[in-house]
């Protein structure tokens, strides 16, 4: 049976759902929630992605991104498969941890995005100890439960750098208003769900939004079909950046030769740290192709060097470079584009 085809698509919304193998939990301690939460960051950084709003749950998750670049099924399959490889050693636990490929679906647009925060921050209480509740306490709970991004958004616990908290201007030009109203409209659906939102995400498997917008995204769909597309994502119109134009960006900034940056050398100079980094996050190949390029380094390697960028402090000169560098080999992408 083929695949459901994957949309990538240049700044685009999508709810991302995974569960467990035949539905069994995924996360079993909280170091297990802290490990993905901290993989989920590196890679939202990577992919450069903005988190609208998630919610841990025992045997499933839920994100609302927006990506800025067609690179979906990267993140998550390197998400996906960074938590697994740590299950797999942490608990001993064989086999698939997930169950099938991760669910994707675009998003139309900001109102929908909206009652999806909702949808998704009201999780906690679809359980049947959180059904169990009165009203009050179902609150109270939502707002203690700390593996969400609902507290956050009513102002409950400081929001993670990585955390986009832009549609809290629907509710209030200031920050505790906003706050206030979002608890509001959070409180609306603890007694009667969301009807029209839950028959919308039953009508399609891949968005969510009106009749017209899925109408769309499907035919869109059958005209980028592929005769054969069980493995392959269909990808909306994009661009990456060549790993020609990536060096000679590096090589024109330090005023080095190219030989330096593919030099096989396990002590890799300035140079050759931002050329991979600026490689992962732009030019939509895998590490091991990427380790091939720069001189035949093994993929253990290429996480190493690109874990020595973010470490960094963002005062050091390396970091001011790497920006700078970034900047220009963008406008320049675009400029080619």
Not at 287 to 300: D, F, K, V, W
Request: proline share 2%.
């Amino acid at each position: 049976m083929a695949r459901s085809l994957r949309i990538n698509q240049i700044d685009g919304y999508y709810h991302i759902t995974s569960r467990g193998n035949a539905r069994q939990d995924i996360f079993f301690i909280d170091e297990d929630r802290r490990r993905f939460v901290s993989q989920l960051r590196d890679n939202l950084a990577t992919y450069q992605i903005k988190l609208y709003a998630g919610v841990l749950m025992t045997n499933h998750f839920h994100l609302l991104i927006r990506l800025s670049r067609a690179n979906l099924s990267t993140f998550m399959q390197r998400l996906l498969t960074s938590y697994a490889l740590y299950v797999h050693y942490k608990h001993g636990r064989p086999g698939h941890l997930f169950q099938g490929r991760f669910k994707a679906k675009i998003v139309e647009d900001e109102s929908y995005l909206i009652r999806l925060t909702r949808y998704i921050h009201l999780n906690p209480i679809k359980t049947k100890a959180g059904r169990n509740l009165n009203d009050t306490d179902k609150l109270q709970y939502l707002e203690q439960y700390q593996w969400s991004t609902y507290p956050a958004y009513i102002g409950k616990s400081a929001p993670p750098g990585y955390l986009t908290l832009d549609l809290l201007k629907y509710f209030g030009d200031q920050s505790v208003k906003a706050q206030r109203e979002y608890k509001k409209y959070i409180s609306e659906c603890i007694v009667q769900d969301d009807e029209e939102l839950k028959q919308v995400l039953s009508s399609s498997i891949y968005a969510v939004g009106s009749d017209q917008f899925i109408k769309n995204v499907e035919l869109g769909l059958t005209e980028l079909r592929h005769e054969d597309c069980r493995d392959q994502d269909v990808n909306y119109p994009h661009a990456y950046i060549s790993l020609e134009r990536i060096n000679r960006c590096v090589c024109d900034f330090y005023q080095v030769e190219l030989d330096i940056l593919k030099r096989r050398s396990r002590n890799a100079g300035r140079a050759k740290r931002a050329a991979i980094e600026l490689a992962c996050r732009f030019s939509g190949l895998s590490q091991r192709e990427i380790g091939q390029h720069y001189g035949g380094i093994r993929c253990q390697s290429v996480s190493k060097i690109r874990r020595q960028i973010r470490e960094l402090n963002g005062s050091e000169d390396e970091v001011k470079e790497f920006l700078k560098i970034m900047k220009t080999l963008q406008v320049s992408g675009q400029k080619a584009n």
